[in-house]
């Protein structure tokens, strides 16, 4: 959501590795973020989804690997079942993440990047 208008929130080092590394999206990323649109949170909506598609992100589904990945991150550590979700997909897929979630990121995994920095 941050390459668009919010993009003044991302930090440097993410701004640099947005540069130079293939960037994914999570079909659970995007049921996450309609689900928020619908409750007014944010707005959100197909033409999003053809942005990110157009500065190059390519789509990763939630498939079985990322299923069996999934039982690996306990609801103590991180509420969010959905986060839990991306987070699975990255992992399965041996790609890092990009987050501003304090949950997550206060996991310290090496592969989790503050959006942030």
Same mark, same amino acid.
């Given at each position: 959501m941050w390459l668009g208008p919010d993009r003044h929130k991302l930090g440097a080092t993410t701004k640099r590795?947005? %540069?130079? =590394?293939?960037?994914?999206?999570?079909? @659970? /990323?995007? &049921?996450?973020? $309609?689900? *928020?649109? =619908?409750? /007014?949170k944010i707005s959100f909506g197909p033409a999003d989804l053809e942005d #990110?598609? *157009?500065?190059?992100m390519l789509e990763l589904p939630f498939g079985r690997s990322a299923a069996i990945e999934f039982?690996?991150?306990?609801?103590?550590?991180?509420? !969010?079942p959905m !986060? %839990? =979700?991306i987070m699975a997909v &990255? %992992? &399965?897929? $041996?790609?890092?993440? @990009?987050? &501003?979630? *304090? *949950?997550?990121?206060?996991?310290?995994? !090496? #592969?989790?990047?503050d959006a942030t920095t």
């Open positions: 590795l947005l %540069r130079f =590394q293939d960037l994914y999206f999570s079909t @659970i /990323s995007v &049921a996450e973020l $309609g689900f *928020k649109s =619908q409750s /007014s #990110w598609e *157009k500065f190059g039982a690996s991150f306990h609801s103590h550590q991180v509420p !969010d !986060d %839990r =979700q &990255a %992992r &399965a897929n $041996g790609l890092g993440l @990009i987050t &501003a979630d *304090k *949950k997550i990121l206060n996991l310290e995994l !090496d #592969w989790v990047v």
